[in-house]
């Protein structure tokens, strides 16, 4: 069974906030894929100590190779949506505390961007911050892409997931 975690802070004052981009992506998308056998988790603890939530949950390297990790990146235009796979942290907290937990890096990972585009310009805003309503409203569109994502990394598996979806803009 895949695992599907979506990173982010609890409480209500985080819920609207981009670095819950991956907790917001995997509480819509979840409802449109139950019909697969995936769990979907948005821990109950904090960015930074993720790791704590999932290592219970990955207890092979069986259960390792079905993990995939939802989350903001900081680098990409706000949007942009990066299928990776066993690399290092790119800064971010949750992805810092999984690593550590697990003791490996050998995990897909479904980055969404959210720098935003001012005058031309990308720029880092606060991760805590509030999306602007446009921002946001643009986040959830994604949803459908991100259902065809983990769809095919369930049924084709990383490599033609990568090849697919990377390429599109």
Same mark, same amino acid.
């Given at each position: 069974?895949?695992?599907?975690?979506?990173?982010?802070?609890?409480? #209500?004052?985080?819920?609207? +906030?981009?670095?819950? +981009?991956?907790?917001? /992506?995997?509480? /819509?998308?979840? #409802? #449109?894929?139950?019909? /697969?056998?995936?769990? &979907?988790?948005?821990?109950?603890? &904090?960015?930074?100590?993720?790791?704590?939530?999932?290592?219970?949950?990955? !207890?092979?390297?069986?259960?390792?190779? @079905?993990?995939?990790?939802?989350? @903001?990146?900081?680098?990409?235009?706000?949007?942009?949506?990066?299928?990776?796979?066993?690399?290092?942290?790119?800064?971010?907290?949750?992805?810092?505390?999984?690593? !550590?937990?697990?003791? +490996?890096?050998? &995990?897909?990972?479904?980055?969404?961007?959210?720098? =935003?585009?001012?005058?031309?310009? =990308?720029?880092?805003?606060?991760?805590?911050?509030? &999306?602007? =309503?446009?921002?946001?409203?643009?986040?959830?569109?994604?949803?459908?892409?991100? =259902?065809?994502?983990?769809?095919?990394?369930? +049924?084709?598996?990383?490599? !033609?997931? /990568?090849?697919?979806?990377? !390429?599109?803009?």
């Amino acid at each position: 069974m895949k695992l599907v975690v979506g990173l982010g802070n609890p409480g #209500k004052e985080y819920e609207n +906030t981009r670095h819950n +981009t991956g907790r917001i /992506m995997v509480g /819509m998308v979840e #409802k #449109k894929l139950d019909e /697969m056998k995936i769990k &979907f988790i948005t821990p109950d603890n &904090f960015m930074n100590n993720s790791g704590k939530a999932v290592t219970p949950l990955v !207890k092979s390297k069986k259960d390792l190779k @079905d993990l995939i990790v939802i989350y @903001d990146d900081i680098d990409l235009p706000l949007g942009t949506i990066r299928i990776s796979y066993n690399r290092g942290t790119g800064g971010h907290n949750g992805v810092s505390s999984i690593i !550590k937990h697990l003791g +490996t890096p050998e &995990f897909v990972r479904v980055r969404i961007g959210i720098a =935003q585009l001012i005058d031309g310009i =990308q720029r880092k805003p606060p991760v805590l911050g509030n &999306f602007e =309503q446009k921002e946001y409203e643009h986040i959830i569109t994604l949803v459908p892409r991100v =259902q065809d994502i983990i769809h095919s990394l369930c +049924t084709f598996g990383i490599e !033609k997931t /990568m090849n697919e979806y990377n !390429k599109k803009p």
